[in-house]
């Protein structure tokens, strides 16, 4: 064998071993993890029981209940970007919401929700869409903080975002939305991926 023949071998295998060991790595990262949670105040909640209104989280999200803040629905981060602290990038959420009218018998569902740090807006896909909806936008106070890797949001209101309201009064045959109407409060805590 040439020398030219084995630097050639042992160059190709030196590659192989880099490729396999960034594979590895890339393998046994932990993805990006933590959860988006929307409060629902204890008055949104009644002036939208009070028009025939309801929102409900869907799997993968959970809904809780607290008496002092009222109804609450967590979504799972499943993948993020960027950082808080910056405005850019955001993260995608599990689960759905399901919007229902009583008064009117409609029905509106969401999926493929997603916070994006550079909008400041919680947007989803309508099912059987594919384009997505600006539902929300955290208002007020914001407090932003890292903990080592992990970002933290805090939202002290949560507001409707005029094409979210828009879209939700059409959808529901309501009058019940308005742009910037107070929904309660947001949180978020994201750790990217590593």
């Known amino acids: 064998m040439s020398r030219l023949t084995v630097r050639i071998a042992a160059a190709a295998a030196g ?20 959860n988006a949670v929307i409060n629902e105040s ?10 025939g209104v309801v929102a409900v989280p869907l799997p993968t ?8 803040t009222g109804l609450s629905a967590s979504f799972p981060v499943t993948d993020g970007t960027g950082g808080l602290r910056d405005f850019f990038g955001g993260v995608r959420l599990g689960g759905g919401l399901l919007f229902v ?7 509106v569902s969401f999926h493929q929700l997603a916070f994006s740090f550079e909008d400041w807006t919680l947007t989803a ?8 909806v600006a539902l929300f936008d955290p208002a007020g106070d914001n407090a932003i903080n890292y903990s080592g890797t ?16 828009q879209y939700l009064d ?9 742009a910037g109407q107070s929904v309660g409060s947001f949180t978020v805590s994201y750790t990217p991926a590593s």
């Not at 204890?42 to 028009?51: E, I």
């Not at 009218?101 to 029905?107: F, I, L, Q």
């Not at 059409?170 to 308005?178: E, G």
């Open 125 to 132: 896909v309508p099912d059987g869409s594919t384009t997505p």
């Open 15 to 34: 590659l192989a071993l880099v490729a396999t060991a960034a594979s590895a790595t890339s393998a046994s990262a932990a993805p990006a993890a933590g």
């Open 150 to 165: 992990t970002q933290n949001l805090t939202a002290a209101s949560l507001v409707l975002d005029a094409a979210g309201a």
């Open 170 to 178: 059409t959808k529901l045959h309501t009058a019940f939305f308005a």
């Open 61 to 68: 999200a959970t809904a809780g209940y607290n008496a002092t």
């Open 42 to 51: 204890n008055a949104f909640f009644q002036q939208a029981a009070q028009a």
């Open 101 to 107: 009218d009583a008064k009117t018998g409609s029905a």
